[in-house]
Nanobody, 119 residues
Framework: QGQLVESGGGLVQPGGSLRLSCAASASIFSLGSKAWYRQAPGKQRELVAIMQSGGSITYADSVKGRFTISRDNAKNTVYLQMNSLKPEDTAVYYC?????????????WGQGTQVTVSS
């Protein structure tokens, strides 16, 4: 059974930094893509960053140059380094892991971690 557990959220002032962590169970860490999504109050969940299994990375335009997704294979952990945070980055951030098993797409979600950017 796959499992994702996020941590690292909190309250930060505009211009500050946070690093989110997503610890994945070993059974799913090496499979497929890893991504971070976020959902602000009253808005749809949106993709923030995705790292494909081949290593390519895509960022949402709104976070390019400020956020960095990375992984530590020894720790089965994916990170999201967030710099120059803005109030509009306030949201619940979710970790996602997805892969294809034949034609079937299987994905897992973490429970989410709150990020609040406010002075």
């Amino acid at each position: 059974q796959g499992q994702l557990v996020e941590s690292g959220g909190g309250l930060v002032q505009p211009g500050g930094s946070l690093r989110l962590s997503c610890a994945a169970s070993a059974s799913i860490f090496s499979l497929g893509s890893k991504a971070w999504y976020r959902q602000a109050p009253g808005k749809q969940r949106e993709l923030v960053a995705i790292m494909q299994s081949g290593g390519s990375i895509t960022y949402a335009d709104s976070v390019k140059g400020r956020f960095t997704i990375s992984r530590d294979n020894a720790k089965n952990t994916v990170y999201l380094q967030m710099n120059s945070l803005k109030p509009e980055d306030t949201a619940v951030y979710y970790c996602n892991s997805g892969y294809y098993s034949g034609s079937r797409y299987i994905d897992y979600w973490g429970q989410g971690t709150q990020v609040t950017v406010s002075s």
